[in-house]
């Protein structure tokens, strides 16, 4: 690690060195407030001499062979200073658009430009054209919100109210060059990029969740190889879930090699993932993507979309597939998600049978139902479910579970006909209203020939929660009614017309249902 202090002028003056920003780094953010302070700090160096330090800048060091000029270039992949560096070429270039000397614009050229019209800064992709138009004297091009191009034409303004009021462009712009910086320079091979950084996080405004497991996993390749994991797998990732199911499927994904051994919270997830790519991917970051890609791409049979198996034939089967999977959604069986994707990708590479995976699926669906209605604990099934892939072994089949969940005994048993005829007089099913829904719609698929549209219904009280003196008159010992009889099966139904039926008597709740 090299720390120089440095000015402005003399770090952005380096000879063949280009500036990269990260594929895997947010969009350009600040704000016009930011850029105000800054211009401000500049223009009052600019009257007494004096300097103004703007913190660090800290980059990765790659050499890079430039195609047009046929030599090497320094490429400094820029890890901390994103937003300052951006944020000071934009400023540079309003400078120059008032700046009558042609001197000292090309002078101010040679920092914005590389020899032969390459930019000095190379922005991420969302960033791209609005920089380029912005350096090219077009942006007005641009189309919709653009934090570059709204900057860009603050600092041109509030430039032209300074020289309004008698303050000289010549002295504002030696006032930039003056600005100093700390500059850290990291090799690879040398040290390691992820330690600095989190060094960095630690102590700054704080990275989180999916920010912290993309920065590590292409934080130490260069611009091009970080635009090919990006594009490939991160891109799709993205596509496919979407920031808050990605989340939940990083976890997901995390709980298939490490089943219960990590908790949810963000630092330990992140930790989590370290470990894994040092264990299971050590020197592998493409073949850690590349999994997690496809766990991704599978993960998605548990959103509401359609998801098609790659290469399994017949639609019918994987239509009834997707139901069972929509089935464990409804009623939130959550910690069965590593296992399904486990068996999922298991079916899609022909190891696992139609018959067997879906009657997996049902026998899962029945375990939490049942559990769900005996009132067992879900927290307990993390350390069955978590671990159940590698429990069956080479014999991931319907009757290898059966076995296996036949054979567990206390909270984690799986409930039979006599424990749940039992609880069905007694147990509170409303409070267990996915589980009870789910039921009540089953029973309603059995009875008519037509299945019922989910989407609107609700479970109902048929004895209503809030009861008039009618109800009560008409079950005689209210008090023991609602104590024992109000949450249970029996008082309760489906109804999308909840509003309407809520207190209505006896008959006019039949007329309506």
């Not at 910086?181 to 690879?188: K, N, Q, R, S």
Request: overall charge negative.
């Amino acid at each position: 690690m090299k720390a120089t202090q440095s000015t402005i002028n003399d770090f952005f003056a380096l000879t063949g060195t280009i500036f990269s920003i990260p594929v895997y780094q947010r969009n350009y953010t600040w704000e016009e407030e930011n850029c105000e302070k800054l211009l401000q700090d500049i223009v009052n160096i600019s009257q007494n001499k004096k300097t103004h330090f703007m913190g660090s800048i800290t980059y990765i060091l790659h050499l890079i062979d430039d195609e047009k000029s046929l030599r090497q270039l320094q490429e400094f992949v820029i890890i901390d200073g994103q937003q300052r560096i951006t944020t000071l070429m934009l400023l540079l270039k309003a400078i120059e658009t008032k700046i009558q000397n042609e001197g000292i614009k090309k002078e101010i050229d040679g920092l914005l430009n590389l020899s032969g019209q390459r930019l000095r800064l190379k922005p991420i992709k969302s960033d791209e054209e609005a920089f380029d138009l912005v350096m090219q004297n077009r942006s007005h091009e641009l189309q919709g919100r653009s934090h570059i191009r709204d900057n860009y034409k603050f600092f041109t303004k509030e430039l032209e109210n300074y020289i309004s009021k008698g303050y000289r462009i010549e002295e504002i712009y030696g006032a930039f060059l003056r600005l100093k910086i700390v500059a850290i320079g990291l090799e690879l091979g040398e040290d390691d990029p992820q330690v600095a950084f989190e060094s960095i996080n630690a102590t700054g405004v704080q990275l989180k969740g999916l920010d912290l497991i993309r920065n590590y996993l292409m934080m130490g390749e260069n611009s091009d190889r970080q635009k090919h994991l990006y594009d490939t797998y991160w891109v799709s990732l993205e596509n496919w879930l979407g920031e808050k199911d990605l989340n939940d499927f990083i976890k997901t994904y995390l709980r298939i090699y490490f089943e219960d051994r990590f908790k949810e919270g963000e630092r330990e997830v992140y930790c989590t993932l370290k470990a894994h790519h040092r264990d299971n991917f050590s020197d592998d970051i493409q073949g850690l993507m590349s999994d997690m890609r496809e766990y991704g791409r599978i993960y998605q049979i548990f959103l509401d979309r359609d998801h098609y198996f790659l290469g399994r034939g017949d639609p019918q089967q994987l239509a009834n597939l997707r139901l069972r999977i929509k089935d464990l959604v409804k009623i939130k069986f959550g910690v069965a998600k590593p296992f399904i994707l486990r068996c999922a990708r298991d079916f899609e590479e022909g190891k696992l049978d139609y018959e067997n995976f879906h009657e997996i699926l049902q026998i899962l669906t029945s375990y939490f139902v049942r559990r769900s209605v005996c009132g067992d604990s879900s927290p307990t099934l993390t350390r069955v479910l978590y671990s159940l892939y590698r429990q069956l072994g080479e014999d991931v089949s319907a009757d290898a579970l059966k076995r296996y969940l036949g054979k567990s005994v206390g909270q984690v048993a799986f409930p039979n006909d006599d424990k749940i005829k039992a609880a069905f007089l007694v147990r509170n099913a409303y409070a267990a209203n996915q589980v009870c829904k789910f039921i009540l719609l089953e029973i309603e698929k059995l009875s008519n020939a037509e299945p019922p549209k989910e989407e609107n219904l609700e479970v109902e009280h048929f004895y209503p929660k809030t009861p008039t003196q009618e109800w009560r008159d008409r079950v005689g010992d209210y008090f023991t009614f609602e104590q024992d009889y109000l949450n249970n099966f029996g008082n309760l139904t489906l109804s999308g017309q909840n509003q309407k039926l809520s207190n209505k008597s006896y008959e006019a709740k039949i007329a309506l249902m």
